[in-house]
């Protein structure tokens, strides 16, 4: 593949990442809204029912991020690896720092899943 090639590759992944982290934030929003508004007349078994179906989302949504963030690791990585006259610039329109966000997306789809259940088990309004 070519640098071009491979940048287009990298802009499309960068995409779905984004396109994640929206989908991501706009659930939560969507829940905890249904949840305020809707708190007075839900019960504890629909909200266990609610918060088995969260936790399932987000177990999804962190595998398809990983996902997300694997790929564009491999890519930036055969950026890298590239070889012939184009190779430099191909390579210098790349972000060369650690994608530190792998580091810590465990712990910050953990946090959310923490605090958002525990937000849909304890809220009350009345």
Do not use: C, K
Not at 69 to 75: L, P
């Amino acid at each position: 593949m070519t640098g071009y090639e491979l940048h287009e590759l990298l802009a499309a992944n960068r995409e779905l990442v984004s396109d994640t982290w929206n989908f991501f934030l706009s659930v939560h929003v969507a829940i905890l809204g249904i949840i305020f508004i809707a708190s007075g007349r839900v019960g504890f078994f629909q909200r266990l029912v609610l918060v088995a179906a969260y936790l399932g989302f987000m177990f999804t949504n962190y595998r398809a991020q990983t996902d997300n963030y694997s790929a564009q690791i491999s890519i930036v990585e055969q950026i890298r690896s590239l070889t012939g006259p184009d190779a430099a610039i191909a390579q210098a329109l790349i972000n060369d720092q650690v994608m530190w966000i792998t580091d810590y997306l465990m712990y910050v789809f953990a946090g959310a899943a923490t605090v958002s259940s525990l937000i849909i088990l304890l809220i009350r309004r009345d």
